[in-house]
């Protein structure tokens, strides 16, 4: 038995210490929002964050999360600049087929805590590592700018 801290509760679950995170998430704690996508922490599909850094769950064994803070796309939205990121999401209409899109929300926000207004390059960067397949890149840069207030 484990407590973890997700969203600002405190749940338990009983899982092996080396379960990886996402599947806590999901399997467990019937959290969809937090996506598979590769496994291998390449895609960035499964992003939360876990001490305000976005962090891949799918290689996140449960025990290095115990004792963290754990901020899930279901929350994202409750902070400001959560907020400002799915609003310019949804004005924007980033999503294509949306499977990459919580991943790629949860990389925006931490990068706008980051880096309030940032460059292209700061964005390239930030968001390098959460591949979507539907190619909405150009539109996941508008809206980070518009989140921003750069728009």
């Known amino acids: 038995m484990m407590n973890l801290n997700i969203n600002g509760k405190t ?3 009983e899982a092996e210490a080396d379960t990886p995170l ?13 996506k598979f996508g ?9 992003t939360v964050h876990i001490d ?3 962090t891949r ?3 996140m064994p ?6 963290k803070k754990i901020t899930t796309i279901e929350a994202i939205g409750a902070t400001p600049v959560g907020q400002r990121v799915q ?10 087929c949306g499977y990459c899109q919580s991943g790629q929300i949860m990389a925006a926000t931490a990068l706008l805590r980051a880096i309030p207004k940032p460059t292209d390059k700061d ?3 930030a968001m390098s590592g959460n591949i979507c397949r539907c190619g909405t890149y150009p539109r996941i840069r508008a809206a980070i700018h518009k989140a921003a207030g750069q728009a």
């Open 38 to 46: 590769c496994g291998m922490a390449l895609c960035g599909a499964c």
């Open 87 to 96: 609003a310019a999401w949804a004005e924007i209409d980033v999503p294509q």
């Open 57 to 59: 769950a799918c290689v």
């Open 22 to 34: 996402l599947w806590v998430l999901r399997d467990e704690l019937h959290m969809s929002g937090t």
């Open 11 to 13: 749940v338990k679950v």
């Open 123 to 125: 964005i390239d960067e």
């Open 62 to 67: 449960l025990s290095a999360a115990a004792g």
């Open 52 to 54: 305000g850094q976005p």
